[in-house]
T-cell receptor
């Protein structure tokens, strides 16, 4: 079955440590997105990529980094520069343009202690 | 740039109707609607691409007023399964008139349907 996987579902890290969240899709989608969700604030775009080896900053990119070396993978690194990293992180993909439906992964809940 | 959704929350009895509004301060290229249940990923409902477009399936439909930069989601004869948080995602129209290829989501409308 095609879909998007994110791992792990729950992640705990100590303050000051970098952490990488995994996102893999087998839908053959060109575009991939990372969102952050905090209570009462909806989904905010961190980074997005429309093709391999290219990505753009979203609205809240500071303290995050991404790579897009393969079409099916779009990992997100939460660096120690991110001041408030505890949140629910969602990865999504679409056929290429934002006006196409976005398919979301199950999310990773990151807690920084 | 974040679209404003209203109401923030609504409680319904099964069978009642609801309207959720999404308003942007920017010209829009497209509007998406998603529903998210607690702790789960958002699920796609529909996309509206053209001003004046209306779409729907089953008892959920939506409209897009491009001139007013607004979209509305209509839920009729609500069912328990409709409960969740509804988000609109707006794609702002670029200066040249085309798509910007990224969505900006509203803060969501919590819908609770009671028996």
């Amino acid at each position: 079955d095609g879909g998007i996987t994110q791992s792990p579902k729950y992640l705990f890290r100590k303050e000051g440590q970098n952490v990488t969240l995994s996102c893999e899709q087998n839908l053959n989608h060109d575009a991939m997105y990372w969102y952050r969700q905090d209570p009462g604030q909806g989904l905010r775009l961190i980074y997005y990529s429309q093709i391999v080896n290219d990505f753009q900053k979203g609205d809240i990119a500071e303290g995050y980094s991404v790579s897009r070396e393969k079409k099916e993978s779009f990992p997100l690194t939460v660096t120690s520069a991110q001041k408030n990293p505890t949140a629910f992180y969602l990865c999504a993909s679409s056929r290429g343009r934002a006006y196409n439906e976005q398919f979301f992964g199950p999310g990773t809940r990151l807690t920084v202690l | 740039q974040q679209p404003v959704q209203s109401p923030q929350a609504v409680i319904l009895r099964e069978g009642e109707d609801a309207v959720i509004n999404c308003s942007s301060s920017k010209a829009l290229y497209s509007v998406h609607w998603y529903r998210q249940k607690h702790g789960e990923a958002p699920v796609f409902l529909m996309i509206l691409l053209k001003g004046g477009e209306q779409k729907g399936h089953d008892k959920i439909s939506a409209s897009f007023n491009e001139k007013k930069q607004q979209s509305s989601l209509y839920l009729t004869a609500s069912q328990l399964s409709y409960s969740g948080t509804y988000f609109c995602g707006t794609e702002i129209r670029a200066n040249y008139g085309g798509a910007t290829n990224k969505l900006i989501f509203g803060t969501g409308t919590l819908l609770a349907v009671q028996p």
